[in-house]
């Protein structure tokens, strides 16, 4: 059930709860940043799952 | 009918999302994040910068969920202490549990972001650090040993080594003599300002050295500590991150210390009381420049050589 009536909590705790969710916005972007940034500097984003994938042996082959 | 009661009395104590800020100890952050900062960046290998951003950011959040268990597990010193009785754990604003949760639920999430960000060595140094504060310092050693200061410093030491480690993954020399320089610097600096703050550790029992051993030992231990010290930064100024302008500042700022260590040993406190501790509180503001310059200096050299100019 939707709540249609704004209690005293509601304004009481505005602050705190503008603050939490501000927080959490922060975070979620963070996340995003870091993800971007892990991909554009070529952080590892495809792992060996029992398929052949060229970018995988080739690597292999330069290190040796 | 509903099976969720709220609790809707209005308590005219009720936390706001300040005091659960306040829980972290923004002013110790605010020195974790300068220091880790500088340590991440004189370090040689380059971060990207929304990387380096997120460790520092993650670093310090580890240093305020220390911040919140040492307040959880120092309520009882904090209410009788006035210094601390403002304090939302001691002035009922925040439950203690409350308190506990927050500081363990924002360790693990600092220490696993850490992870992800830089690595997990760098994010296992970050967990040690917070139980080194939290465990090592505030339960066992605070109101044990008058060395509290001594070794609890360690923790306040940690934070430029972690921001080596985000950019190199390990330890060497250069991030032990960061940590050396802080570690070193914490007595004098902390024994400084117990000389001339009068406070009532006394009457929480916490054994500090001003009462332990006297003030005259006291002050004899600032000058040991600030001769202790002095090699340590001419030393770091040595190593690969030094360089002419950090060992410029070095030789100045610790020659300052030193005397200063020196005025505070030869005074008797009939003459500290006759000038209201003139010279102990101007050496405890000389500390904090002393610390902030050495790694602005270390900074400098970092920015320096990106020119082609600074280090040996």
Redesign the interface.
């Known amino acids: 059930m939707p709540i249609t009536e704004t ?3 509601h304004k ?2 505005f ?2 709860n ?3 969710a501000l927080t959490l916005l922060g975070f979620v972007a ?1 996340v995003f ?2 993800t ?3 991909i ?2 070529g952080g590892s984003v495809e792992a060996f799952d029992h398929s052949v994938r060229p970018s995988i042996t080739q690597s292999e082959g330069e290190s040796q | 009918m509903s099976d969720f009661t709220a609790n809707t009395s209005s308590t005219p104590q009720e936390a706001q999302f300040g005091d659960y800020i306040a829980l972290l100890k923004p002013r110790v952050m605010s020195l974790v994040v300068f220091t880790a900062f500088v340590g991440l960046m004189v370090a040689p290998v380059s971060v990207p910068p929304v990387d380096a951003f997120t460790a520092i950011l993650f670093i310090a959040l580890g240093g305020g969920a220390s911040g919140a268990l040492n307040m959880w597990y120092d309520r009882d010193i904090d209410q009788v202490m006035k210094r601390t009785q403002s304090r939302p754990i001691p002035s009922g604003r925040v439950a203690p549990g409350e308190a506990l949760s927050l500081g363990l639920w924002l360790s693990a999430l600092s220490v696993v972001m850490l992870g992800l960000a830089a690595n997990w060595f760098a994010a296992a140094f970050l967990a040690f650090t917070i139980f080194f504060y939290a465990v090592v310092y505030t339960v066992w050693l605070k109101r044990w040993t008058p060395q509290n200061i001594v070794i609890g410093g360690a923790a306040g030491a940690f934070p430029p080594m972690i921001g080596w480690a985000v950019a190199t993954g390990g330890v060497s020399i250069e991030s032990v003599l960061m940590f050396a320089l802080i570690f070193m610097w914490t007595p004098p600096h902390f024994w400084a300002l117990a000389l001339f703050m009068k406070s009532d550790y006394d009457e929480a029992k916490v054994p500090m050295l001003t009462v332990t051993h006297g003030r005259p030992h006291t002050r004899k231990m600032v000058l040991v500590y600030t001769l202790l010290l002095a090699p340590v930064a001419i030393a770091t100024g040595l190593t690969s991150i030094g360089g002419p302008v950090y060992m410029a500042a070095a030789v100045v700022l610790n020659i300052l210390f030193v005397k200063g260590g020196y005025d505070i040993w030869k005074r008797t406190e009939a003459q500290a009381l006759e000038d209201d501790y003139k010279t102990e509180k101007k050496v405890f503001r000389f500390s904090l420049l002393y610390l902030f310059l050495h790694f602005g200096a270390l900074l400098a050299e970092a920015g320096l050589s990106s020119f082609g100019l600074g280090g040996w």
């Open positions: 209690h005293e909590i009481r705790r602050g705190r503008l603050g939490v963070i940043m870091l971007m940034s892990k554009r500097n």
